[in-house]
């Protein structure tokens, strides 16, 4: 069970990566997302995370760029 889970979450996290702007924000995104989600809700909530990481990740960085400069 374990390790389907855990190749599940590294094929959607692959999958999400490769759809977006840059790479390095959509992975770094999916990252923290996941991370946070898996704190807060499990396994279930590793995959939310993940997938509103990868998602939302290029909005926020570029928000955060123009903010410190």
């Known amino acids: 069970m374990k390790i389907s889970t855990i190749g599940m979450l590294a094929a ?3 999958a999400l990566g490769a759809c977006g702007n840059t790479t390095e924000q959509r992975i770094g995104g999916a990252a923290a997302g996941a991370g ?13 995370g993940g997938a509103a990481g990868a998602i939302t990740a290029p909005a926020v960085v570029r928000e955060t760029r123009r903010a410190t400069r």
């Open 36 to 48: 946070t989600g898996a704190i807060v809700a499990g396994p279930v909530g590793a995959v939310v």
């Open 12 to 14: 959607a996290s692959i």
